[in-house]
């Protein structure tokens, strides 16, 4: 079975500076999928970022960029030039690549506030 | 655009009621799943179905059912309502493929009094 850590249940950051939130991850598998999923304040989670592990070049989506150490089962995300529309929860989460049914194993979510 | 619905945004309920929440998906997706979410517990998984009429149990199955009678819409069940089933229930669903992302309706906030 798969398990995923957030440690830090919550965090905050000023505008426009740089912040990273960590996530640790334990599993058996070699080929596997991590997700970065965020959930504004009364709205609708939504993917943030995708990185497969099998590939070693970390994504990348315009502001949000992931630092990922597969030896040592660490998948961080870094938001930089932080805007106020960051504010939310934050998940981490592994997905096996193996079969088709593409089950999500979540962690405990990380509240980030950004401060005006 | 992925769009993903449940029939309610807020529900209250009393004890023992039958409870049905509802999701719709307009993608063709074939997977779709129901999760909780609950303060530091994070979401975790209650059943999903990857065809219509198939299903699997999930991490948390207990004091529910589902019901996917048609690819698009697929139901969750409480059949009698307990307290410990307040929570933020959200319905999600991707395409049967390896590694797809899923993508979230906005969630139920369920009240059992």
């Known amino acids: 079975a798969q398990t995923v850590t957030q440690s830090q249940p919550e965090m905050s950051v000023q505008e426009a500076e740089t912040v990273t939130l960590s996530c640790t991850y334990d599993?058996?598998?070699?080929?596997?999928?991590l997700f970065w999923y965020k959930q504004p304040p009364s709205r609708q989670m939504i993917l943030v970022i995708r990185?497969?592990?099998?590939?070693?070049q970390n994504a990348t989506e315009n502001r949000f960029s992931v630092n990922f150490q597969k030896a040592a089962k660490s998948f961080s995300l870094k938001i930089s030039d932080s805007q106020l529309g960051d504010t939310a929860m934050y998940f981490c989460?592994?997905?096996?690549?193996?079969?088709?049914?593409?089950?999500?194993?979540f962690g405990k979510g990380i509240t980030l506030s950004v401060r005006p | 655009d992925v769009k993903v619905t449940q029939s309610s945004r807020y529900l209250v309920k009393r004890t023992g009621e039958k409870v049905f929440l509802e999701c719709v998906q307009d993608?063709?997706?074939?997977?779709m799943f129901w999760y909780r979410q609950d303060p530091g517990l994070g979401l975790r998984l209650i059943y999903f179905?990857?065809?219509?009429?198939?299903?699997e149990k999930g991490d948390i199955p207990e004091g529910y059912s589902v019901s996917r009678e048609k690819k698009e819409r697929f139901s969750l069940i409480l059949e009698s309502a307990s307290t410990n089933q307040t929570s933020m229930y959200l319905c999600?669903?991707?395409?049967?493929?390896?590694?797809?992302?899923?993508?979230f309706g906005p969630g139920t906030r369920l009240l059992v009094l």
């Open positions: 599993t058996s598998e070699n080929n596997y999928y």
């Open positions: 179905s990857y065809d219509v009429k198939m299903k």
């Open positions: 999600a669903s991707n395409r049967l493929a390896v590694g797809e992302t899923q993508y």
């Open positions: 993608m063709d997706h074939e997977n």
């Open positions: 990185q497969e592990a099998y590939k070693q």
């Open positions: 989460a592994f997905m096996k690549r193996s079969g088709a049914n593409s089950k999500l194993t």
